[in-house]
């Protein structure tokens, strides 16, 4: 029950609100040749001169502190921004997930080397890094990793596989989950987070093509791959709970309800034409309204409490589980629409980006954790499990 | 104050708002000693100024005590009442003693006052009926009185002389007014179907264990405390408003949602309870019944869709966020 009440109404305090104008302005200019189709990618849209001409405006880490380059802002200042860029679908997915988690987990767990080292560059759109958590046969079953680390003579000799890693191949760092000690039958025991530099030699990255035909996931291979002792972030032994407070990070924020936003938008353009305009659509338009404002609230309500250094983990669960199911609803109605009609006069422009949401929403409820993982956490929050 | 002010509406309600009381009144019993005590406990001026004897609370503050009419099934019309005494007061009038419900006015050539479908017109003193240009509050007792759809509710009839019933100066728009508060006690009951739900699934034994422990029913269970969440934010966006007077898009926003959510829980309950929840004496059918109701009084989510569907097509271009933004930042 607890997680039920208490996400209640917040608002976002005016010095963060106040971002959104300059951010506004900013993107208003830098998408304005960008066709809707390749601004749907959202955040597995990439562009790394961008990322850095956004850590040149103090847009990249700004929940980090000043003194490693971060904005020293709350994470009510990065909802704003990240709301911006979502709804503008502006290429974030270079430095997304540095970001959203790995600079957090960093500052968090990191050593003072560590943090010195890797965050400044995170802030200026440099560093980018991805996550390596699924491996051929860990994918649900996150707990089974079988990537290995043995301690050598000055570091770790790193041998295993990970798989679906979004962007590996335009980044220069993974933090990835592997066993360190024990063996599988240790379950959660024996894991450990090691930052990985992907240029090392024993490192391959191979991208896998998806259904749309683009390439924003990878397998990547460690051969004998040989690390130093401070590649080791946080605790020997204690991955899984590092793991499980970055995923809170993961699942809380608003890319689990504007995934499919550009595609809205661009359909409320055509009907708002005249040839565009049924009552039909105009009730499906208020029914995806009615369902995002909610979650909306919800997810304001949920960073709320991340500024209070909670971790929110099944209030995140409800909004992500709730959040993609719309994200995922919001092309399959629009289709219909379109298709339902006596004349069907739909802009090109929106059925290529109708097109590419369908072929890309079945990855919605994967990410960040399958629905049927969500609905188990929420289950134990209400104390089922 | 508001935290206060709710829990001791909740302690009234646990002790005098049985579910052997729910089931009493709507049995036909009267309403009247159950309508006492909360007129006793000064609850419904609650949207009053404190000069004008109230508790001068806020709507955005009165939401807990809304949510609680519909968490505890009330049969009576306190929520319609409060909002009801606020208008009276900002019209200059001096509200009556008892209960108030909404009534809208269909026009009437022969001078009669005809509403169809008054909520809670059967337990209510008096009905504040908006006509064209001003309102009426008639007593309820002078109406001729004949079945509406649910057992509480009626269509009433005043004959030609009731015109001369106090008037009052007010406009409120009934629709957004009611789904105002049945998005809010949606909220409350939707909470009382999930509670209940989720302690039977816990007591019932199937198969040598509690069927929460089956994964099939743990997942359901999430779902509903999806729904749960989801529709109670909403209905509190819909109380969000810088005047006792509902914001219609905001309400738009909660009664949709609240209606929706009211389908799927109300659906997903039932098949969790088996054929046990289906029978009269079981408690979960007061809260499943109103789930229903209350999604079908003040308007159902497609009605609220259409005006979500227009506001955003015809006063908006660019993208879909700025609206978002305006119906759920709060100040």
């Known amino acids: 029950m607890s997680a039920l009440d208490s996400l209640s109404i917040s608002c976002i305090p005016a010095e963060d609100e106040a971002l959104r104008l300059p951010v506004r302005e900013f993107l208003t200019r830098a998408m304005r040749d960008v066709p809707a189709r390749i601004r749907a990618k959202s955040w597995a849209g990439y562009d790394t001169q961008f990322s850095r001409e956004l850590g040149r405006q103090g847009w990249l880490g700004i929940t980090l502190p000043t003194e490693y380059g971060g904005g020293g802002r709350s994470p009510f200042a990065r909802y704003v921004l990240v709301e911006e860029f979502l709804n503008f679908g502006a290429p974030v997915g270079s430095h997304w997930i540095a970001d959203r988690q790995s600079g957090p987990l960093i500052l968090k767990y990191g050593t003072e080397a560590q943090k010195k080292f890797y965050l400044p560059p995170i802030c200026r759109g440099e560093a980018f890094f991805c996550i390596g958590m699924s491996e051929p046969n860990s994918g649900s079953d996150l707990a089974s990793v079988k990537s290995r680390a043995v301690k050598s003579e000055h570091g770790w000799t790193l041998n295993g596989q990970k798989i679906w890693t979004t962007n590996a191949q335009a980044c220069q760092f993974m933090i990835a989950l592997v066993r360190t000690s024990g063996d599988v039958a240790d379950r959660q025991k024996g894991l450990s987070q090691l930052i990985i530099d992907l240029s090392l030699p024993g490192v391959a990255v191979r991208p896998i093509t998806d259904m749309s035909g683009d390439s924003h996931f990878c397998e990547v291979f460690f051969d004998e791959v040989q690390l130093a002792d401070d590649a080791l972030i946080g605790e020997e032994g204690k991955g899984w709970e590092q793991v499980t407070a970055e995923l809170a990070f993961e699942r809380s924020g608003p890319e689990r309800l504007y995934s499919s936003i550009v595609l809205f938008d661009q359909w409320l353009d055509f009907i708002r034409t005249e040839s565009g305009r049924t009552p039909e659509s105009l009730r499906l338009a208020g029914k995806i309204f009615a369902q995002l404002a909610p979650l909306r609230a919800m997810s304001i309500a949920v960073t709320e409490k991340l500024t209070r250094g909670e971790s929110p983990v099944v209030e995140a669960a409800l909004v992500k589980d709730l959040g993609t199911g719309v994200e995922q609803m919001i092309p399959a109605a629009i289709a219909d629409d379109l298709f339902s009609r006596a004349v069907q006069n739909a802009p090109l422009e929106l059925l290529q980006t109708l097109n590419f949401v369908t072929q890309v929403a079945p990855s919605y409820s994967l990410r960040g954790g399958t629905r049927e993982i969500l609905r188990g956490m929420i289950a134990r929050g209400l104390g089922l499990r | ?331």
């Open chain 2, 1 to 331: 104050m508001d935290d206060l002010f709710a829990n001791a509406v909740r302690q009234l309600l646990v002790d005098q708002c049985t579910t052997q009381v729910v089931r009493q009144i709507e049995a036909g019993q009267s309403a009247e000693p159950l309508w006492q005590f909360i007129e006793n406990a000064g609850f419904a001026d609650a949207l009053v100024s404190e000069d004008g004897g109230g508790a001068g609370l806020t709507l955005p503050e009165l939401y807990p005590v809304l949510e609680l009419c519909g968490a505890y099934a009330l049969p009576l019309p306190l929520a319609e009442t409060l909002l009801a005494r606020a208008f009276l007061a900002k019209a200059g009038v001096v509200a009556p003693r008892g209960s108030i419900t909404f009534g809208l006015a269909a026009t009437d050539p022969g001078g009669r006052v005809v509403c169809d479908t008054v909520r809670n017109g059967r337990v209510a003193d008096w009905v504040l009926v908006s006509q064209a240009s001003h309102c009426l509050l008639l007593p309820a007792k002078e109406a001729r009185i004949s079945e509406a759809g649910f057992c509480l509710d009626a269509t009433m009839e005043w004959p030609a002389g009731a015109r001369e019933g106090q008037q009052v100066d007010c406009t409120h728009d009934v629709r957004t007014v009611q789904a105002c508060i049945y998005a809010a006690q949606l909220a409350g009951a939707l909470i009382t179907v999930f509670s209940r739900t989720l302690q039977y699934a816990n007591d019932r034994n199937q198969f040598g264990r509690p069927i929460g422990k089956f994964q099939a029913i743990q997942h359901q269970l999430s779902v509903i405390s999806e729904h749960v969440s989801a529709a109670r934010m909403a209905a509190q966006i819909g109380c969000q408003s810088v005047s006792d007077m509902p914001d219609r898009l905001r309400v738009a926003i909660a009664k949709s949602r609240t209606s929706e959510a009211a389908l799927e829980v109300a659906s997903l309950s039932h098949s969790i309870h088996g054929a046990i929840g289906f029978t009269a004496e079981f408690d979960l059918q007061l809260f499943t019944r109103r789930l229903h109701l209350w999604r079908q009084a003040g308007g159902s989510e497609s009605y609220w869709y259409d005006v979500l569907g227009a506001n955003l097509v015809n006063h908006y271009s660019g993208c879909a966020l700025d609206m978002l933004r305006a119906t759920t930042d709060i100040d």
